[in-house]
């Protein structure tokens, strides 16, 4: 019978469900491997052919790992809190949960139609109350810990009380706000439990607190940096603006050192290892208070100085000017009578901008003078006080020193208003730019420095600094604490209620905190928060719940760990499975989480090993991310008319240059070999029912260009219609042949065709020409021993470097000399099937049962095992030459001597040919390479 790929796949994938193929137990005593897929947000529109990609490559490497004797985990769930299930309850009033559960049945059946080995038992959904339980739980731990800077790592918050009751907060080196009190004992044990919750709340590693956010008044939410793009947010487009609001935050920044020196210890892209580096963004400097001088425009102050982290102290005989950020607490106080207009229409358009925009212009100059002054500590000099959209508030202290004889930015801000330039010739400008202690240079004309190299004008610096107690100096990161809120319903809930204005945990058997039902998705007419509207929704019916959720990020930031142990009541993974699994050993999936997920995902890994829960200071020890597989879009041509007002027609590409046309993108669905049906096209586009066609050859051709894969540029394609078409065998294998999976690659579908009929031509291997099934169990010959063993050590070696193209070309190369062969022979083909079986599961899988292995699936046999001396040549084919010129090759054995070689020759009837009768007068063998007759 001829290759049936549907009946053998859905058999197959029948067979794997009901037998649990792929299920991993934990106590096996096989070496442990963890192969894991960033996890999809199941979407309504279902996967698109680039979607499985990095899926493909897991599954291949999973089962490879399988044949190799691995206990291999390869889960699969879904990250199912998602602001676009609830943009469409607020559009329909349908409840998120129910769009999120059709969606996820669209995904499981075709996850399911391309067979892969997931081990399904350990499914999770981040937003099933039994997965969300556990997210909670880690919040509360948060909540209940510390960062303890002498011990360097998160402590329970009993720990910090221990130390308050015993010596007050004069010991105590923490990650904390920076208006934490100076108590003695006495003082904490008099405090009212208020007080000290308060108090606590500026150590806890979750806590509240006013921060600048994104705001979006469309959806109704504050977005992550990385949901905003240009001003506007990455759903939807709506416009997005800076707002002050008071939000839960994480301390990330505590752990800024640990996740900066731990990239040392992770195989990852370096380009994703720099990204993180640069967000975490380690700087050495000095922090410098500039003292606030008094004037009777401005009112009194919360405080008398400003103070700023810069990594260039060496260059303060050179500032000019201060800049705060717009958002900066103390720009309300500083700002005089006179410049309040320009101050409050400068903020009014920097709320417009988000961070990441602002950080990125650097072209722009613009700023407005507040009216202020203030002293530089060294110089004693008085310089203005300005604000500016490139400074950020969460950035060190949201305070910059304007140098403009040293910084291009600054000389372009000081030269733009008219400010004052100070010039100095420091150690920076004699030594190239360079602040490099290693080469020559020498301060002139700065101040008490002057003739000091770079080292030690710093440590001068900074010694005078601290003297005089206006400064220090310090290490500061980019990094800023994450915002750990959402003002949307469709999150997990934060277990937190309100007590007289204070916050305070749920107890744990409380745990779930579920999502209460609510008659709209939208905030309520006072502002608050959609969970605000639900009716009675108190804690022990007297005390406000918290009214934002937790953000997209939550659940996806320890997922790994509830596939260890994905149905523990008791624990989020017993510790007996995560001692088993400890860590993912490889993790496939997007470089566009380089900054969110993988830094969101080590900085919770790293505080559970804190607090002693999981085993392993980094979650994922290799990471690959996958390119994307880009879209191969098709356009029409309509013709514009002397006017510009477009007509009923459409010109065929190659045609086109005769007309003033418009390109239309066409559903690449109705598009073969860029050759369009017009017909087709015609129910895809009813207002051209009636067009005229302008042909090339009777033919319709179509425009071709490589963008990105998206319902709204008409060429996304479906996997399920190619699986319908080819099986899912094919796709799989022609999704690896496309090219290499680190890179980016375009979809053609054009070129499938080649690898079904490669398929057509392995499963005939197996058959005589009437398509029975047949194989011999003769010795197998020299040659397909050969044959066999090229691709075995080809696919261990590409698979074991993630280069699962090569193997498809090797494949192929492989199946075609077997067939040249003529080869039947059990033990090749067996071995054959085997070491496809990672790329084609379902073809395998029907063809080791055809061969006799009635046990069931092949996923446990052993991958076979390389044998290098079916690769030795012992046969060399000599090129035999009359008189100079080769007449025929002899394929002769290389363990002959010369004289047995000559003697071979001549005695062949093809060479007696040549000779015509005649005694050679000599003949030369050069062993391994010729043999020359000569007459």
Known sequence: MDYQFKEIEQKWQKFWAQNQTFKAETDSAKPKFYVLDMFPYPSGAGLHVGHPLGYIASDIFSRYKRLKGFNVLHPMGYDSFGLPAEQYAIQTGQHPALT?????????????????????????????PEYYKWTQWIFMQLFNSWYNLETDRAEDITTLIEKFNASGSADVKAVCDEDTKNFMPSDWATMTSEEKQEELLKYRLTYLKESTVNWCAALGTVLANDEVIGGFSERGGHPVEQKKMMQWSMRISAYAERLLQGLNTIDWPEPVKEMQRNWIGKSVGASVRFAIQASDEISALSQDYIEVFTTRVDTIFGVSYLVLAPEHELVAELTTPAQQIAIDNYIAQTKKKSELDRMADVKTVSGAFTGSYVINPVSGERIQLWIADYVLAGYGTGAVMGVPSGDQRDWLFATHFNLPIVQILDAQQDIEHQADPTKEGKYINSGFINGMHYTEAIATLNAWLEEKEVGKAKINYRMRDAIFGRQRYWGEPIPVYFKDGLP????????????PEIDKYLPTETGEPPLGRAEGWKYEDEYEYELSTMPGWAGSSWYWYRYMDARNDSHFASKDAIEYWKDVDLYIGGSEHATGHLLYSRFWNKFLKDLGYVQEE?????????????????????????????????????????????????????????????????????????????????????GVEVEKMSKSKFNVVNPDVLIESYGADTLRMYEMFLG???????????????????????????????????VSDSVPTKAE????????????????????????????????????????????????????????PHICEELWMLLGNEEGSLSYTPYPIFNPAHLVEDDFSYPVSVNGK????????????AKEIEETVLANEDVKKYLDGKAPKKVIVVKGRIVNIVL
């Open 740 to 774: 290499p999976l680190e890179q980016s690659k375009p979809w053609n579908t054009n070129g499938i065709e080649g690898v079904f009929k490669f398929l057509r031509k392995f499963w005939r291997l197996f058959h005589n020409e009437n398509w029975t099934f047949h």
């Open 785 to 840: 021993l050969k044959a066999l063993h090229k691709i075995i050590k080809k696919v261990q070696d590409d698979v074991e470097r993630f280069s699962f193209n090569t193997s498809v070309s090797a494949f192929m190369i492989a199946v075609n000399e077997l067939t040249d062969l003529k080869c039947k022979n059990r033990q090749v083909l067996e071995d054959l099937v085997v070491t496809l079986s990672p790329y084609a």
């Open 886 to 897: 080769t007449r025929l090759n002899l394929s002769l054995s290389l363990t002959l001597e």
């Open 100 to 128: 999120t559960e059709a969606n996820i049945n669209t995904y499981r059946k075709q996850l399911d139609g391309i067979g892969f080995s997931f081990d399904w038992s350990r499914e999770v959904r981040t937003s099933d």
């Open 504 to 515: 305070y945990l749920i107890k744990e058997e409380e745990l779930p905190l579920i999502l």
């Open 618 to 702: 980094e979650p994922f020890k290799k990471l690959i991310n996958q390119g994307m597989i880009q879209g191969r879009s098709n356009f029409v041509y309509r013709v514009v008319d002397s006017e510009g007002k477009a007509t009923n027609t459409l010109v065929s590409h190659g045609l086109k240059k005769d007309y003033k046309t418009a390109a239309l993108h066409v559903d690449v669905n109705i598009v073969e070999n860029e050759i369009l049906d017009i017909e087709r096209f015609k129910l895809f586009r009813p207002e051209f029912a009636d067009a005229e066609f302008i042909l090339e050859n009777g033919k319709y051709i179509c």
